[in-house]
């Protein structure tokens, strides 16, 4: 079975929704954690 396949002109407002979801998935998970920012402490002991 082969995929059908449809040309369609897309809206401005078409194109500004598409263009605002790719940008809000590239802001998310942008900042990287190391694994020491990823565990969590509850204080810091005198040996670090």
Known sequence: M????TKK???RAD???IEAA???AN?????????QD???YERM???G
């Open 2 to 5: 082969q995929p059908v396949k």
């Open 9 to 11: 002109k897309l809206s």
């Open 15 to 17: 194109k500004k929704q």
């Open 22 to 24: 790719i940008a809000r």
């Open 27 to 35: 802001r998310t998970d942008k900042k990287g954690k190391s694994a």
């Open 38 to 40: 990823s565990i969590p």
């Open 45 to 47: 002991w005198p040996d």
